[in-house]
């Protein structure tokens, strides 16, 4: 029973991962991964195996209100050198992670996992793509643009995908669970996911500005540039523009099938509670 305090818990684990003989986990809301910070990089710099489970991860934890409400830590958390990050989109992804965490032994891994319920993406088929930090989740013939996600998000995407094929528009959705794994495969598979030649958008409820160096500076990215609010997570995805339709809409603009007009970032009104 590590108790309230974040920073003890990690310390902690630590310990028992330096004295050996078990694999230690402990798990908080991540907006407190913050507390928990040195002795997660010093975790990462002695390659320990600890497991950190951290839940709530953006948004959509709601009436908590913005101090609860992570929109920093997981672009944060992936800046540490040798920490691998896994946000999970579904139940396969969430499993894969936690057998890829048990599996290494040479640095600790932290999973990012949503507060609210997340559709199943697929079979078991996939879990070895999934293995690779990031696949193709869902591809139609023709494709001519990428949606990129990770976590929640990814089933947005989906929507978006399905959305965009009712107008003659087919797109790839990729799920990019951990960038960290995905950085470390070879060139092909990289190209084969992320095609060179497809524009991109991407859209995480986090900060940006990470995914850059996958889109590009002529892609699209949808993330948090502000903090939260409170309000039920429905609320709060549709006012801060995490929705198939805007994704679409972005698609679009990609393509160059929409009028540049006023900012798709613009926030609608909601009642903050």
Known sequence: SYGVREFGMAAIMNGIALHGGFIP????????????????????????QVVHVFTH?????GEDGPTHQPVEHVPSLR????????RPADALETAVAWACAL?????????????????QLGGAARADAVRRGGYVVSDMPGARATLL??????????????????????????????????????????DQVLA???PAVAVEAAHPDFWRKYVGRTGRVVGMTTFGESAPAQELYAHF?????????????????????????????????
Request: glycine share 8%; with cysteine; net charge negative.
């Open 25 to 48: 986990y402990g798990g908080t809301f991540l907006a407190f991964s913050d507390y928990s910070r040195n002795a997660i990089r010093m975790a990462a710099l002695m390659k320990l």
């Open 57 to 61: 991860d953006s948004i959509g934890l």
């Open 79 to 86: 800046l540490v050198p040798g920490l691998d990050v896994w």
């Open 103 to 119: 599996e290494r032994r040479d640095g600790p891994t932290a999973l990012v996992l949503s507060r609210q319920g997340l559709p």
């Open 149 to 190: 996600a990770t976590g929640s998000e990814v089933a947005l995407a989906v929507q978006a995908q399905a959305a965009l094929a009712a107008d003659g528009i087919a797109t790839r959705v990729v799920s990019m669970p951990c960038t960290q794994r995905f950085d470390q495969q070879d060139a092909a598979w990289q």
């Open 196 to 198: 060179p030649a497809l």
């Open 241 to 273: 523009g995490f929705t198939p339709a805007r994704l679409a809409d972005e698609v679009r603009a990609l393509l160059g099938q929409r009028e540049p007009g006023a900012s798709p970032c613009a926030p609608a009104p909601v009642e903050v509670i």
